[in-house]
């Protein structure tokens, strides 16, 4: 979870690499507003993350014209021990439009981004001296430098999962 504190040391990592650290999936097909109780799903069950922690930020559906159009902006944190959490964001674009075959059909756009934070709380006096940080420096060099890049693993194949489980969702998972 979060360090609440007025001050504190963040560090952040993307999941995925820095010059492109947000995956893109795009569908165009029969009924694409399905993927959001879908990715709900996934989150709560194939990432375990509390259905509490996921927080929907945004959520507009625009029924005004013969094309529906809707978006949604979903925030999951992930917690991994005192200091470090998993944060990602998952943006859905689309719209969709009556169909005969189908009953709807349209595209949508699902936009992934996972970081690993880490945040050292400097509020007292103490968590602000200079032997607390040489104390920090090395815990965080010699002992936990380990789990986060496990943590970064971690989140890279969660990022793996969600791809492919909206990929088979969606049917366009390619077989090996």
């Known amino acids: 979870m979060p360090v609440f504190a007025r001050t504190k040391l963040y560090m952040e990592e993307y999941c995925l690499t820095h010059y492109r650290p947000r995956v893109e999936l795009t569908f165009t097909g ?42 949604a902006a979903i925030e999951a944190v992930k917690d991994f021990d005192k200091f470090s959490y998993m944060y990602f964001t998952i943006d859905i674009t689309g719209n969709i439009k009556p169909s005969k075959e189908f009953g709807k059909e349209g595209n949508v756009t699902i936009i992934i981004e996972g970081r690993v934070v880490t945040e050292y709380p400097q509020d007292t006096v103490w968590e ?49």
Request: hydrophobic residues 35%; aromatic residues 16%.
């Open 30 to 71: 029969p009924n694409p507003q399905n993927i959001y109780p879908k990715i709900m799903d996934i989150l709560t069950r194939n990432v375990i993350v509390p259905r509490e922690n996921i927080q929907e930020k945004g959520f507009r559906w625009d029924r005004s014209g013969a094309t529906e159009t809707f978006s």
């Open 128 to 176: 602000r001296s200079f032997l607390y940080e040489v104390f920090r420096m090395f815990y965080h060099r010699v002992l936990y430098q380990d789990a986060r890049y496990k943590y970064l693993h971690n989140c890279r194949e969660w990022m793996i999962v969600m791809q492919n489980e909206i990929k088979s969702f969606f049917n366009i998972l390619q077989k090996a």
